[in-house]
């Protein structure tokens, strides 16, 4: 197994895991066990399991970001990249429940473990936020959306979002989330514009 690949193979496995388990009730040997590695080698990449859980979240949130890298460089409007990302983002969701269930069962409920040493969790998430960031930014500078407080601009695209997750995280809703594309997309467009 290359390097990489090994590497995508830990966080895949511990996001399975922590999600399935809890933080606390997983191992570093549950984890190499589960696919097929030593822990030594695990150990070889993350110095420990709060690292491995921090990396955990960047490993989700780059994916997140590079989706919406895509349809940043789209010549689109803002509001037809605000659908685009809503949909991609429930795509996201549907196929990698662990890595939601992740963000909700280990991030949320154990912030001790992310807010300790260097970076905290807003950190660890930095360039799906920088594309967030560009993604309003660029709806400002196109008159589609009202210049204001970054904050708040943010917290109206993933706090929307992050409902959703929650919803869907408690079987709420129907299973096809797709459904909801647009509903979700105006929603928000409307609390940016």
Do not use: W
């Not at 960047?58 to 803002?78: D, G, H, M, P």
């Not at 500078?141 to 210049?147: D, N």
């Not at 943010?154 to 079987?171: D, K, N, P, R, Y």
């Not at 989330?177 to 409307?190: F, G, K, P, Q």
Request: charged share 25%; hydrophobic share 40%; net charge negative.
């Amino acid at each position: 197994m290359k390097k990489k690949d090994k590497y995508n193979a830990i966080l895949e496995s511990a996001l399975t895991l922590f999600s399935k388990n809890g933080f606390h009730n997983t191992t570093i040997v549950q984890i190499a066990k589960n696919i097929g590695i030593s822990a030594g080698s695990i150990y070889s990449y993350f110095p420990s399991k709060n690292s491995l859980a921090k990396s955990a979240i960047t490993f989700v949130t780059k994916l997140l970001a590079r989706e919406l890298q895509k349809i940043n460089e789209k010549e689109l409007s803002a509001k037809e990249k605000i659908t685009l990302f809503v949909q991609s983002y429930l795509k996201f969701i549907t196929k990698h429940p662990e890595m939601i269930e992740y963000f909700f069962k280990v991030y949320l409920t154990n912030k001790e473990i992310f807010s300790e040493e260097n970076k905290s969790g807003f950190e660890l998430a930095q360039e799906f936020i920088d594309e967030v960031e560009r993604l309003i930014d660029d709806g400002i500078a196109t008159g589609e959306f009202r210049s204001g407080n970054f904050y708040i601009s943010f917290s109206s695209i993933v706090g929307i979002l992050g409902a959703i997750t929650f919803l869907s995280c408690e079987q709420v809703l129907d299973e096809n989330l797709e459904i909801y594309t647009a509903d979700l997309s105006h929603s928000i467009y409307r609390a940016l514009s």
